[in-house]
């Protein structure tokens, strides 16, 4: 069975010092993996998407994530926290067999500590 | 490029009455439209998946004939709430697969809907 895992449902960093929220997935397909970003009573941005291509992905924000197929793993890291990265974070994977369906995983709340 | 929009943004309503909800792909085209719901401090659940000019798939549990599901072209699809009851507030958030990039969805900026 297909499945998402956010290790962390809450993470708070100070500001200046790194972000690493952790995302682990099961599937027996190749997935197609994507981080996005809510803030408070808006709908979902993406930050990066990962499709098979390399495996270091560089997104918006400074925010970059990597596929490690022998982890199952595609955590998302930031050098440097910004008190506007303050949000939830929602690991998504795709597979093909699932007809263009979805799964989300938990969510991870960011704080940013000054 | 590749936004949603969603309207209206937020709507109350009183109990009985049906609400529309209006998800539009701006800049591309999206044959595949879906509908989430959103309960505070958790997670989208999908609701449906809406395809242009087809009938609308409803994941278990949700009702087709509660929620009303319109694909009609490839840059609108509309929820309706129908016969809206309080327990049906929530954040609805729709998103559209663009047809070229086709693992993509893009998310709208949600409507909160509360039902008095």
């Known amino acids: 069975a297909q499945s998402v895992t956010q290790l962390d449902s809450h993470v708070s960093v100070s500001e200046g010092t790194p972000v690493l929220l952790r995302c682990n997935y099961s599937s027996s397909y190749s997935p197609s993996l994507f981080w996005y970003v809510q803030h408070p009573n808006k709908g979902l941005q993406l930050l990066l998407k990962?499709?098979?291509?390399?495996?270091l992905v560089k997104g918006i924000n400074g925010f970059e994530a990597e596929f490690k197929k022998s982890e199952t793993s595609f955590h998302l890291t930031k050098p440097s926290a910004h008190m506007s990265d303050a949000a939830e974070y929602f690991c998504?994977?795709?597979?093909?067999?699932?007809?263009?369906?979805?799964?989300f995983g938990s969510g991870t709340r960011l704080s940013i500590r000054p | 490029g590749a936004v949603v929009s969603q309207h209206p943004s937020w709507v109350i309503c009183k109990s009985g009455t049906s609400v529309k909800i209006e998800c539009r792909s701006l800049?591309?085209?999206?044959?595949?439209m879906f509908w989430y719901r959103q309960f505070p401090k958790q997670s989208l659940m999908l609701m449906a998946t809406s395809n242009e000019g087809s009938k609308a798939t409803y994941e278990q549990g949700v009702e087709k004939d509660k929620f009303l599901i319109n694909h009609a072209s490839l840059t609108l699809s509309t929820l309706t709430v129908t016969s809206a009851h309080p327990e049906d507030s929530s954040f609805y958030i729709c998103s559209a697969r663009d047809r070229r990039v086709s693992e993509t969805q893009y998310f709208g900026p949600g409507t909160r809907l509360l039902v008095l």
């Open positions: 998504v994977v795709s597979f093909y067999s699932s007809a263009s369906k979805i799964i």
């Open positions: 800049d591309f085209q999206a044959t595949t």
């Open positions: 990962y499709t098979s291509a390399a495996t």
